[in-house]
Antibody
Framework: QVHLVQSGAEVKKPGASVRVSCKAS????????INWVRQATGQGLEWMGW????????GFAQKFQGRVTMTRDTSTSTAFLDLSSLGPEDTAIYYC??????????WGQGTLVTVSS | DIQMTQSPSTLSASVGDRVTVTCRAS??????LAWYQQKPGKAPNLLIY???NLQTGVPSRFSGSGSGTEFTLTISSLQPDDFATYYC????????FGPGTKVEIK
């Protein structure tokens, strides 16, 4: 069965960068895009961007342009989210999700990123 | 950007009640809409895609309808496991989620 397993919680200082990983299993990794969605505590869901594991192409929401990178390692079926210039407003749970036909059918368990001095 | 709104923001209901959540898009999105259920501490779970298609494994008491700018999620007979927050998501142009509707016990 399909699983997306994310890396563990991170604590970062303002201005730092963070990398979150998302390891896929149970399906052909390169056949489905991966999207990243975040959720601040007690808040709603915010789409960040997508990555095509086959081509490596990616696209991001306007507000993250310039400080987000989405990459993959096809040898380990792992997707990566890198977010730089962190501020307290980036404190959130970050989710990866498999894109079936532009909707998200499987999600990772989430990774809490805390930005605090 | 396409904005999504949901109403109500909170809904109090009892087991067995018929529950309806409304989602509106700021511009027409055809039927490019999904619904997700999220429980505290868990990732969202896909319920409905393309406005009215039930995801495999989702109980038939859940249904979706609508097109254009107005959509509804209906739970025909609310069960204890259904108390959660529900989000709509448009995927007509990039992706945007609604602010969520919390279904709580009356």
């Amino acid at each position: 069965q399909v699983h997306l397993v994310q890396s563990g919680a991170e604590v970062k200082k303002p201005g730092a960068s963070v990398r979150v990983s998302c390891k896929a299993s149970g399906y052909t990794f390169s056949s489905f895009k991966i999207n990243w969605v975040r959720q601040a505590t007690g808040q709603g869901l915010e789409w960040m961007g997508w990555m095509n594991p086959h081509s490596g192409d990616s696209g991001f929401a306007q507000k993250f342009q310039g400080r987000v990178t989405m990459t993959r390692d096809t040898s380990t079926s792992t997707a990566f989210l890198d977010l730089s210039s962190l501020g307290p407003e980036d404190t959130a749970i970050y989710y990866c999700a498999r894109d079936l036909n532009y909707y998200f059918d499987y999600w990772g368990q989430g990774t809490l990123v805390t930005v605090s001095s | 950007d396409i904005q999504m709104t949901q109403s109500p923001s909170t809904l109090s209901a009892s087991v067995g009640d018929r529950v309806t959540v409304t989602c509106r898009a700021s511009q027409p999105i055809s039927t490019w809409l999904a619904w997700y259920q999220q429980k505290p501490g868990k990732a969202p779970n896909l319920l409905i895609y393309k406005a009215s298609n039930l995801q495999t494994g989702v109980p038939s008491r859940f249904s979706g309808s609508g097109s254009g700018t107005e959509f509804t999620l209906t739970i025909s007979s609310l069960q204890p496991d259904d108390f959660a927050t529900y989000y709509c998501q448009q995927y007509s142009s990039f992706w945007t989620f609604g602010p969520g509707t919390k279904v709580e016990i009356k």
